[in-house]
């Protein structure tokens, strides 16, 4: 028995070692536009990572994290354009005020599930930008922020390193007596807390740890850009966020990759392809959503997992995996 | 014996705002303009709010394609006007089109997706929809603006200096009288109980014979006609027009509406609808801090205040939480 | 054992092949773009999304293109249009626009739609020396900043030169004007605002009201009913297509009929005739124009060789769509740049003909010179007023000139 136990964390380590070459090597194949796309990746990766804490783990519905994107992302322009702050120093002071950001959502969040809830972050979603739209002497308004332009590699490699450490970070939360509480809490509310689980504590701090690495996800996607208005966080970034999520798999750390990859490189691939026009790419990808749904509403982690012959663990965790409910209560 | 205030609160509350709004419009003629408008947007948001209710009543899923599905159907109608249809005619047919374009949705997009997963991936699948439907208006008919005409006439008449049209009236007409149609299906009818019961106690409801998964089809077809109606309202109002994103400013004032209602109630989502209509533009036109860019964020403030205070909305019913 | 060796062989010779044909597409041509056949230029435009109005105008333009390849290209040259949709989204603008530059390895960046778009990717297109020419935007910065910026140029008149114009003629034709203005609360309404105001000089205390909504906000009817309580008798609309019509049907409705002036962007005769639809009264309406005037003028050679190129390359675009017009009348002026740019055409001798420029452009406003210099870098710098009459415009007075 603990020979298996020990043959499946070899076979996790193995992944994360392949999947880390491949990310690794890839930026000395790659064109300098190709890079840009990969950094990008990276950025939902990192979102998506965010997203997962609080819906995958606690589950708290929230369709509004591009509004966590846009204050990481302004945070960074304003740091950089107004007061001359480096690049890389941003991201640290991204984490913190994303941070604190979720917290203020997080707390009256206490007081609403399911659909409310998404109703909710859905406006918040919408809200963010326009804030950052009226405060133009801050933030240049719809004509935006330019920031300076930085080569693909070195994008690739901060957003990538970034994911990485973003990653250990989710994992070392999750897999601890943190995340055994989150995951009580999103099971059963009533049950977690009769088994001594501070509800708001968890619930809140949860929050703030997924906007906190949403910030960190729009601080990258901005210098990646090399450009900042309200129109870059828009609902469509949202909503790809929650896609990403739930296409990789809520619940389960696996399938990030295939999620970011699918929101970010799909749609922009089947635009900058001749395959379909330009006005069918929304009905091509739309259709593509509704079927990788209707196929494996799981997401890919399990899949994954399925190829690898492998985590059982993962699998388990899944069929234990309660959705979160969207009735009015 | 202790009187319980309790159930009094909101319709104290409606009356409240129902007599601030009319000693100002007595007052002020510009308030009593800013209302009128105001109501006659609230109308549209009331009428797409409806259809959002219907479907979480009928499938316990918010339907994010709501507004795409009603543009889609509104531009159907149009079609029709230009093959040659009168209004009445394309309204009717597109009614028509509608249900079972909703019904079709269900089937192709939603069960499928239904059935092997759990509500947030049914949201997900119904944000496809979105993408895939608003996608294929602009595709189909191009992004031009259409002229769409209106179901009522629309000639002003001018009361002691405040302009309204019959199509104002229409507008808000139509949204009550689609509640309580909506209110005597669900209310009257065994097809409403069914419905009901499908959405509610799925497993309980199939036990005594209802087809369950019908019942579920049926509330995306009666969502679409509701969804319809107001796409047909909106784009003859000079606020919206006919254009392939004509909900999106729409949709989540609609989706205010059903919260604030309590978004189980169909009353509540008229009512909400009104009164985000009236207060967005007093906010506008009185608040000098509210922005034209914060109108959104304060309508959302509003919003999140009254649900902290009614975290099931004004007309919703707090369930007991289940283990 | 054998077998896969085998296998990692093979794929490692693919790897080598790809690796070296990137390397040598790159370093092959002299000129990125510019083949003995052909000429490759690209944009970016909003074909989705908020803003797919103007998806017309690519549309437009790649038809022009392609009648002028069917007679021949340029200079013995094909000219090959790429387009990509942005959505009107800065984040996909910048992607799509390295692609153009680094995958495609367009000659120019041309015609790329949008303010924030363009200013998103100017510093890339500038730092890497590729021409971001003729952009779609009516923002003065193009032809203000060309030193900072020398490989960007604009296309259109700037929106406080136009809304200067309007200043000018309310100061000198209507002495009793109470001014009410409408505009889009961002740098789009502010420039034609600070227009106005520079327009009417000493009469800017006319302003009586200035009322603003924000570009997500279809429904203006609360900013119209205010104006006309401020006794406003001119009404100044800087605002875009969809809320000019409704703050026109609006007006009518609460019984307000002031003198109205409609920027150009939005009073294209196909919205004027969608708010008279809707019950506007937009009689004596005035705007500016600087497009040819194919709606008075249907029989004329110009009027017939732009019908007849828009139903032979874009079935299905309304020649009545001034937007449609815009396109070819940007296109003509990139297929006369291209012809002046040298053959082989190079990137500095782009810049230089779209610099160097005195000539009249069939597709605008008789009357109009297009001419720039090194340092008057605004392509189209004088417009006409017009009247709205029956159910068209007519263009009146004489034409407006070094607006700004």
């Given amino acids: ?329 | ?323 | 054992m054998i077998k896969r060796a085998r296998l990692t062989l093979v794929a490692l010779a693919a790897l080598a092949v790809v690796v070296a044909s990137a390397a040598v597409a790159a370093t092959a041509a002299g000129t990125p773009g510019v083949s003995a056949k052909s000429i490759t230029i690209g944009g970016t435009f909003p074909l989705t999304g908020p803003a797919q109005l103007y998806s017309v105008i690519p549309k437009a333009e790649a038809a022009y293109f392609a009648y002028v390849n069917a007679h021949g290209g340029v200079n013995g040259r094909k000219i090959n249009f790429k387009y990509y949709d942005d959505a009107y989204n800065p984040a996909q603008t910048v992607p799509l626009t390295h692609k153009l530059v680094e995958q495609d390895h367009v000659f120019a960046d041309y015609g790329s739609l949008g303010t924030a778009p363009t200013l998103a990717t100017r510093d890339y297109l500038n730092k890497a020396k590729v021409p971001q020419v003729l952009v779609a935007t009516g923002d003065s910065y193009w032809g203000a900043q060309y030193k900072k910026y020398p490989w960007t140029i604009g296309f259109q008149p700037d929106y406080p030169g136009e809304s200067r114009i309007y200043g000018q003629f309310i100061a000198s034709k209507v002495p009793q004007a109470k001014i009410g203005v409408l505009m889009q609360d961002d740098a789009y309404g502010e420039n034609y605002y600070n227009g106005l105001v520079k327009g009417l000089g000493a009469a800017k205390d006319k302003i009586v009201d200035v009322e603003k909504y924000d570009a997500t906000q279809t429904d203006v009817s609360s900013q119209v009913v205010k104006l006309k309580a401020s006794g406003a008798n001119v009404f100044a609309l800087f605002a875009l297509p969809t809320q000019t019509i409704t703050a026109l049907v609006v007006a009518t409705k609460v019984g307000w009929h002031p003198t109205t002036f409609i920027n150009n962007v939005s009073a294209s005769p196909l919205f004027m005739g969608l708010a008279q639809q809707s019950g506007a009264n937009v009689q004596g309406d005035i705007s500016a124009t600087y497009v040819y005037d194919v709606w008075n003028n249907p029989s004329t050679a110009t009027s017939k060789l732009y019908k007849s190129i828009i139903a032979k390359y874009d079935a299905g675009a309304n020649p009545l769509d001034a937007n449609v017009l815009y396109g070819v009348a940007s296109a003509w002026t990139m297929v006369q740049a291209l012809k002046n740019a040298g053959s082989p055409p190079t990137r500095a001798g782009l810049m230089k003909a779209l610099t160097s420029m005195n000539q009249v452009n069939p597709f605008l406003f008789p009357g109009i010179k297009m001419k720039t210099s090194s340092t008057e870098r605004f392509p189209i710098d004088q417009q006409s007023l017009e009247q709205y009459k029956g159910t068209g415009w007519q263009p009146f007075g004489r034409l407006f000139s070094k607006a700004r």
């Fill in chain 1, 1 to 329: 028995m603990k020979a298996v136990a020990l043959k499946l964390q070899w076979f996790e380590l193995g992944l994360i070692a392949a999947a880390a070459i491949v990310v690794a090597v890839m930026p000395f194949v790659l064109s300098n536009y190709n890079r840009s796309q990969g950094a990008t990746v990276a950025v939902f990766v990192i979102a998506i990572l965010g997203l997962n804490v609080v819906t995958g783990y606690t589950g708290q519905i929230s369709i509004g994290h591009g509004a966590f994107m846009a204050i990481g992302g302004y945070t960074t322009a304003i740091l950089t354009h107004n007061h001359g702050w480096n690049d890389i120093a941003t991201l640290p002071m991204a984490l913190v005020i994303g941070f604190g950001a979720g917290v203020i959502v997080g707390l009256p969040a206490l007081r609403f599930h399911g659909a409310y809830l998404a109703l909710l972050t859905f406006a918040l979603a919408l809200a963010v930008p326009q804030i950052a739209k009226n405060y133009s002497n801050f933030t240049g308004g719809t004509e935006g922020l330019a920031l300076p332009t930085h080569s693909g590699l070195w994008l690739y490699g901060l957003a990538w390193a970034t994911a990485a450490v973003i990653f250990v970070l989710t994992w070392l939360l999750l897999r601890g007596r943190t995340g055994r509480a989150f995951r009580a809490v999103r099971d059963s509310e009533i049950a977690a807390a009769s088994s001594g689980i501070g509800l708001a504590l968890h619930k809140t701090f949860a929050f703030g740890v997924s906007a906190a690495f949403a910030s960190v996800a729009g601080s990258i996607y901005v210098l990646i850009n090399n450009f900042v208005n309200p129109d870059v966080f828009g609902l469509t970034l949202s909503l790809y966020i929650l896609i990403g999520a739930v296409v990789g798999g809520l619940g389960s750390l696996w399938g990030v990759v295939v999620g970011a990859a699918f929101v970010q490189l799909l749609p922009i691939g089947l635009t900058s392809s001749n395959a379909v026009s330009s006005e069918a790419v929304p009905v091509v990808f739309g259709a593509i959503v509704i079927f990788v749904m209707a196929v494996m509403p799981q997401g890919s982690a399990v899949i994954l997992g399925g190829l690898a012959g492998l985590p059982n663990r993962i699998r388990r965790s899944h069929s234990s995996y309660q959705p979160p409910r969207m009735e009015a209560r």
């Fill in chain 2, 1 to 323: 014996m202790p009187v319980n205030l309790r159930p009094w609160i909101v319709p104290a509350l409606l009356a409240g705002v129902v007599i601030f709004l009319l000693v100002g419009s007595i007052e002020s003629a510009l308030f009593a303009q800013q209302t009128v408008s105001g109501l006659a947007n609230g109308g549209i948001y009331a009428s797409l709010g409806l259809a959002l209710v219907l479907i979480y009543r009928a499938t316990q899923v918010i339907n994010f394609a709501q507004g795409a599905i009603a543009t889609f159907t509104t531009y159907v109608a149009w079609q029709f006007m230009q093959w040659g249809l009168g209004y009445w005619g394309a309204f009717v047919v597109t009614l028509f089109v509608a249900f079972a374009g909703g019904i079709a949705i269900q089937l192709v997009a939603i069960r499928p997706v239904e059935r092997r997963g759990n509500v947030l991936t049914v949201v997900i699948a119904s944000i496809g929809v979105l993408i895939a439907v608003e996608g294929a208006v602009g595709w189909i008919w191009g992004p031009e603006i259409r002229f769409m005409p209106s179901a009522f006439p629309v000639r002003t008449y001018h009361v002691g200096g405040v302009a309204f049209s019959l199509q104002d009236l229409g507008t808000i007409g139509v949204s009550i009288a689609s509640v309580v149609v909506l209110w005597a299906l669900f209310q009257f009818t065994k097809l409403g109980l069914a419905m009901r019961a499908a959405a509610l106690r799925p497993n309980a409801a199939r036990l005594v014979g209802v087809r369950v998964s019908w019942m579920l089809s049926l509330g995306w077809g009666l969502a679409a006609v509701l969804g319809a109606i107001a796409g047909m309202m909106a784009a003859a109002s000079p606020s919206v027009l006919l254009q392939p994103n004509m909900m999106d400013g729409v949709l989540i004032y609609a989706f205010a509406a059903a919260v604030l209602g309590g978004l189980e109630s169909p009353a509540g989502a008229v009512i909400g609808g009104l009164a985000i209509g009236a207060m967005l533009n007093l906010l506008s036109s009185y608040v000098s801090w509210v922005t034209p860019q914060l109108l959104l964020p304060a309508a959302f403030v509003v919003m999140l205040i009254v649900l902290l205070v009614k975290p099931s909305g004004l007309f919703g019913r707090t369930r007991v939480k289940r283990v």
